[in-house]
């Protein structure tokens, strides 16, 4: 036979190199196939093909304890053993040796801790009996020895078993190291490690079986026949034993019927159990309901709890107080009374928040109470606005009408005296808190409140401008001047200028220093006191009346009413438009008619002096500039009208003054220098002075408008008699610029007008020193006219073949017009000196006529030296001489 694989010492140093590092010792190891299956059944070849394994029973041990396992090894693809599975032997449970294999070769091995018992262990096939006798003994040895206890055996003969191990006991050679060296000794394996009879049978049970064997007188080797013998023996003895019952009758009869009675009694019992169960599942429901019940009253007494704390809440902001509705609904608006007025609006304005959806639980505002409630703040809101707007509509007028009533309050006689309004804005203010609260609570009502203050103080202010107005023209002392400055009747010597009016301007300018910074203050204490959201009228340090030391108001601080506005943050951008609008509507309710005594201040100046409106208009300028703020937008206004007010009455004067100067061109001879050149040089002076800041443009204005129709009226005059239009002109046009001379070196516009007349002075003269040159000397520059005229035409040197232009006929001129030529020019000066009026201007023009005579005389020279060479005539020297000597 055969060697077996489990004596093969190569096999089992390769699995002890596989699971090196293991600890482990290998007591067995044995080539193997494994295939699938399930219990009781072989596999079939053509499912599943058999692979080659090699399995391996090792053991560990730990102190006293021994593990055993079982470990399935299988090849590498280099034909190298590596571990596949391991097993415990100690979840061992079952033997199962395949019963349809043929050979007997094939085993199954059950453990109880595989995750699914549903899919069958592993088929293991050996090649022979012995191969797996031999390992199915090893694995009973091991689990008796070390676990203590042996699995289930399915599909093999125990007597079977424990002959074959008789029959294959080994002698295994066991070397012991001596002192004197090692020494074989033989040993059966019986000695090495207990049999596998004695592990399966005791010793009594052998002996036994020994002699049991004696009794059938049967060998050892007939171990089946033995076996169906007993099982023979066995069947016979279970028939005798249940023919042995059936024969005692009674006593079964006696069993039944305690099994009955029995029966009874279990019945009954069970009759109570389930009476018993039934009362415990109704006291079990019973107690449920109660626990629901008592649930139920817990949560509703904390939700009762939770309900009356808010509802004491809700009833907390729902009650009025007493003390706050007797004050809303008929409290005294006196002085002393202010701070409970002002208490109960801050509640009732918190009370009506504290309803709005925002602060309040909107599942509250559908209550009926809570619209009640609403409704009770409403009708107190509409009661506590409607008395207080009565009141304060009362209280404005009785303050002014106090006012008024007292005449020692207005300007009087001999006695100009500054309105005062301290008292009249403490007054006020003590209300302020009061209207900011009116506001928050119903907007709606200011409109009315605001025109009645307007109406009343609108009362006041009229009337202190009215009496100071009055007493501050009465009190000025100024002559009247008359407003006839460029008459042409006046007479020369008459002086239209000779009184001083200059407490006019300052009269205007105190006016407006009194009542503009008054009108100002009020304009930003009416702003603030009746809650308009707008800019400061003055920002802090600013000068409301345009001069820093004009205003002695000693109340500058009133419109500030140290308090904070309640709506300060719903102040918005987007609002100040409109509220701006709105302020500048009241304040000309609060303003109008004022207007009125400022234009009676400036008419009234007007008809003493005209030419103050120039002062007035720049003191008026001075204070628009003043004017920054966009809330005194009546103010601004007023000033702007104040300023066309006196620009229209200057330009009264100015037309005036030019119809004046339109007359002179219908009177019948004018002669010399006209009355209105040296006037208006007067009247220039007189307008420089006056002027301040910004009304250069205004007397710019004037000038442009005097000169242009001085101009234009002196050339219309001319044109009446053109014999003498030239030495009028010139006469005229150097009176104008010899008396505005010092006055064009400071004023650009009187400088173009005055380069202007120079031009035209230049012109007439031109034109009136040829006329006197031509008149003497006509048939010398004729001659040299016509020549200059053929030059053109024709050569030089054809000219002396011209009819009247020959030698002879330059002979005869040069005779009839140069013999005597010192009478001729004595009689040119006569002429000149007898047509000017003015001897200033002689010297200037006789210069101007020799130098002119002797331009055109050496021109003429030149011509008679090109044409008529031959020819001698006086030289340009000689002439000069004569002239110089003159």
């Known amino acids: 036979m055969a060697k077996s694989s489990a004596d093969d010492e190569e096999l089992r140093r390769a699995c002890e190199a596989a699971i090196e590092g293991t600890k482990e010792k290998i007591v067995m190891s044995i080539r193997v196939a494994k295939s699938r299956g399930i219990w009781g059944k072989t596999a079939k070849l053509g499912r599943h093909m058999a692979k080659p394994r090699v399995l391996a029973l090792s053991t560990k041990s730990k102190g006293q304890r021994t593990k055993a396992f079982l470990r399935v090894l299988k090849y590498s693809n280099g034909g190298v053993l590596e571990p596949a599975k391991l097993y415990k032997l100690k979840h061992l449970s079952k033997v199962e040796v395949i019963t349809n294999d043929p050979s007997g070769c094939s085993f199954m091995l059950g453990f109880d801790n595989l995750r699914s018992q549903s899919v069958a262990p592993p088929q293991w096939t050996m090649r022979n009996i012995d191969d797996r006798n031999r390992l199915l003994l090893c694995i009973l040895n091991i689990c008796k020895d070390v676990l203590g206890r042996l699995p289930k055996v399915v599909g093999m003969d125990v007597v079977e078993m424990a002959l074959w191990a008789k029959e294959n006991t080994p002698t295994v050679t066991t070397q012991r190291n001596l002192e004197d060296g090692p020494v074989v000794t033989a040993v059966t394996e019986s000695d090495l490690k207990v049999t596998v009879e004695k592990e399966l049978v005791s010793q009594a049970e052998e002996e036994d079986m020994e002699a049991l064997l004696g009794t059938y007188v049967m060998g050892i080797g007939e171990a089946e026949a033995f076996s169906e013998r007993l099982k023979r023996e066995l069947l016979a003895l279970e028939a005798a034993n249940v023919h042995a019952i059936l024969e005692s009758e009674p006593l079964v009869d006696e069993v039944l019927q305690g099994l009955e009675a029995a029966t009874y009694c279990v019945e009954d019992m069970d009759e109570w159990l389930g009476i018993f169960n039934v009362k415990l599942r109704h006291m079990r429901e019973d107690i449920e309901s109660i626990e629901t019940r008592n649930n139920k009253l817990g949560m509703q007494s904390v939700n009762n709890k939770s309900l009356i704390e808010e509802l004491d809440k809700l009833l907390e902001r729902l009650r009025v107080p007493s003390e706050y509705a007797a004050c ?43 619209k009640e409630k609403r409704a009770e703040l409403e009708k107190l809101k509409s009661t506590f606005v409607r008395r207080a707007s009565e009141f304060l509509r009362n209280y404005f007028a009785s ?17 100009l005296k500054r309105p005062d309004h301290a008292d009249l804005r403490y007054k006020c203010r003590t209300y302020a808190r009061l209207l900011q609260h009116l506001k928050s609570l119903d907007k709606s009502c200011l409109g009315a409140l605001r025109k009645a203050y307007c109406s009343s103080l609108n009362l006041l202010l009229r009337r202190e401008a009215r009496e100071f ?22 007479g020369p010597g008459q002086n239209v200028n000779n009184s001083d009016t200059s407490t006019v301007s300052e009269a205007y300018a105190k006016m407006l220093t009194i009542f503009i910074p008054l009108l100002v203050d009020e304009s930003s204490f009416f702003a603030h006191f009746m809650c308009f959201q707008v800019p400061a009228l003055v920002p802090p340090g600013g000068v409301s009346n345009g001069n820093k030391a004009g205003s002695n108001d000693n109340d500058e601080d009133d419109d500030d009413l140290g308090i904070m506005d309640i709506d300060e943050n719903d102040s918005k951008a987007g609002n100040n438009s ?16 004022i207007q009125e005594d400022f234009y009676a201040v400036v008419d009234w100046a007007y008809k003493i002096d005209p030419l103050r409106c120039i002062s007035m208009h720049g003191i ?35 037309d005036e003054a030019c119809h004046q100067i339109e007359r002179n061109e219908r009177n019948v001879k004018q002669t010399g220098v006209l009355s209105y050149i040296p006037r208006f040089a007067t009247l220039a002076t007189r307008m420089e002075q006056y002027i301040q800041g910004q009304s250069r443009d205004l007397v710019d204005q004037a000038y442009t408008k005097f000169v242009s129709i001085m101009f234009v009226t002196l050339e219309k005059i001319a044109q009446t008699d053109p014999k003498y239009a030239d030495i009028f002109l010139l006469e005229n046009y150097a009176a104008f610029q010899n008396s505005l001379y010092d006055l064009a070196n400071v004023v650009p516009t009187l400088a173009k007008f005055y380069h202007q007349a120079s031009e035209a002075y230049e012109q007439a003269c031109t034109r009136f020193i040829s006329m006197i040159i031509y008149y003497q000397f006509e048939r010398l520059f004729q001659f040299a006219r016509k020549i200059e005229d053929l030059m053109y035409t024709i050569s030089p040197e054809e000219i002396p073949f011209q009819l009247g232009l020959s030698k002879m006929d330059l002979r005869k001129m040069l005779k009839s017009s140069l013999s005597g030529v010192d009478k001729s020019i004595g009689a040119m000066y006569k002429k000149l000196q007898k047509n000017l009026t003015s001897d200033e201007l002689l010297p200037s023009l006789w210069d101007k006529c020799k130098k002119e005579f002797l331009d055109k005389y050496e021109s003429f020279a030149q011509l008679v030296a090109k044409i008529y060479p031959n020819e001698t005539i006086p030289s340009v020297a000689e002439m000069r001489d004569l002239l110089a000597s003159m």
Request: net charge negative; aromatic share 8%; glycine share 8%.
């Open 620 to 654: 008026t300028e001075r204070y628009i500039s003043g004017q920054k703020a966009d809330a005194a937008g009546f103010v601004r206004l007023l000033l702007d009208d104040l300023e066309s007010r006196i620009s229209m009455q200057f330009g009264r004067f100015v």
């Open 399 to 415: 303050l002014v009408d106090f006012m008024i009533s007292d005449k020692s309050y207005f300007s009087q006689r001999g006695q």
């Open 469 to 490: 107005a009055n007493e501050l023209r009465a009190s000025t002392k100024a002559s009247r001047n008359p407003s006839v400055w460029l008459e042409g009747s006046t």
């Open 578 to 593: 409109a509220e701006l609008g709105a302020l500048n509507e009241s304040l000309q309710d609060l303003l109008d008619g």
């Open 328 to 370: 809303l609904t008929g409290g005294s608006f006196d002085e002393g009374h202010m701070l409970q007025n002002v208490e109960a609006c801050e509640w009732l304005a918190s009370a009506l928040r504290g309803l709005e959806v925002p602060n309040l639980d909107p599942s509250y505002a559908n209550m009926r109470a809570v």
